[in-house]
């Protein structure tokens, strides 16, 4: 399951809106590269394939690619304010720097 904040559901919200976007679900995506660290993508995506995830959090359609589903289980989204600006950040129990950051 992912799922996503009321504050960063209404940042999508907006994004979807600015970019003419509004029906279109947003894709999310995670690498693993090759220090083990996690990058995550996101987008809005008018493909559909057959062997996506879809979840439905705060409103929003959320489709994950087959290759991203394990990393991704229990993902939180949110928009937060980092040092006076305000980001979408994921907050991911798989990700290898937060289990690093718990263990400090």
Do not use: G, P
């Given at each position: 399951m992912i799922?996503?904040?009321p504050e960063a559901a209404e940042q999508i919200r907006q994004s979807a809106q600015q970019g003419n976007m509004e029906d279109l679900p947003l894709r999310i995506a995670v690498t693993r590269m090759e220090d083990g660290s996690f990058?995550?993508?996101m987008g809005f995506d008018d493909n559909r394939h057959e062997n996506d995830a879809r979840y439905q959090s705060e409103g929003i359609e959320i489709v994950v690619a087959p290759h991203s589903q394990d990393n991704l289980e229990g993902t939180v989204i949110d928009y937060?304010?980092?040092d006076g600006k305000m980001e979408v950040i994921f907050i991911n129990p798989n990700d290898p720097?937060?289990?690093t950051q718990e263990n400090t």
């Open positions: 799922t996503v904040t990058h995550y993508a937060v304010d980092i720097a937060r289990q």
